[in-house]
């Protein structure tokens, strides 16, 4: 008898669960997803504000500069934000690390395990579905991106000047270097592509000091785009170099792509 009395609760309780399983998938109710982490806040204009120094150069403040740079313009084009990942930071940091003393700088090392964008993302420990690129090597005076700073000697020290005008130059603010190299990237359309793509959601940045062959101190820049979805992509180069001015290419993932 205590047998049937328990076989009867049995199936009362598995009944039981079986009618709120499909109340459940009936009504749409959907798995716990973890929220996103949010978009953290601007950095202090005062920091902004301030000119690079090659003695105090900031690279966290230029890096986080030019992410906010790039989310403000994403905006202004009615693109979601992109989200922090610390991870894809630390792949654009292995890509700076190297192309900081590399003239030009280029997407693909000779060193194993971190040789292209997405060996450099799985090195950190990450799997996206899709990795794409940017990376420029400017310099930190305050000139046009396409011109580049000349260099002179007066009163027995090195002068960096305006190569027409000869003017002394100053440096940028980390504002306006931020503001310079994303807007050199959205008038390229191998790296335009990688801002505007909504099927990236990610982004990490990273910067390294550099100096020219000429002495003119510059700054190697990375960003470093992905999306979570975990399947593999076949992947292509994109590459755009000019005879003078600055070095600036973009890798992307082919299948992320877009029309302009």
């Not at 920091?47 to 900031?58: C, G, M, P, Q, S």
Request: aromatic share 6%.
């Amino acid at each position: 008898m205590g047998g049937i009395c328990r076989t009867d609760a049995f199936v009362r309780n598995v009944r039981r669960l079986l009618i709120a399983c499909l109340s459940c998938l009936f009504s749409g109710c959907t798995a716990v997803v973890p929220p996103e982490p949010p978009v953290p806040e601007l950095v202090n204009p005062e920091a902004l504000a301030a000119r690079i120094e090659v003695a105090t150069f900031d690279r966290a403040l230029l890096a986080r500069a030019i992410f906010d740079e790039t989310n403000r313009v994403r905006a202004q084009l009615g693109r979601k934000p992109f989200r922090t990942l610390p991870k894809l930071n630390e792949a654009a940091d292995l890509e700076a690390a190297v192309g900081r003393v590399y003239q030009p700088p280029r997407h693909t090392n000779p060193f194993p395990m971190i040789g292209t964008p997405q060996q450099r993302v799985s090195y950190v420990g990450l799997n996206p579905g899709g990795v794409a690129e940017n990376i420029a090597l400017l310099s930190i005076y305050e000139i046009d991106t396409n011109i580049g700073a000349g260099v002179v000697i007066r009163d027995g020290r090195k002068r960096f000047v305006h190569p027409e005008t000869l003017e002394e130059l100053r440096t940028e603010t980390y504002r306006g270097f931020a503001a310079r190299v994303v807007d050199a990237w959205m008038h390229s359309p191998g790296h335009r592509v990688n801002i505007v793509h909504p099927g990236l959601t990610h982004l990490g940045c990273s910067v390294q000091p550099s100096v020219s062959l000429s002495g003119v101190d510059q700054v190697f820049s990375c960003r470093c785009f992905s999306r979570r979805a975990a399947r593999r992509l076949k992947m292509s180069c994109h590459r755009e170099a000019r005879s003078s001015g600055p070095w600036r290419s973009s890798w992307i993932a082919s299948s992320l792509r877009s029309s302009q």
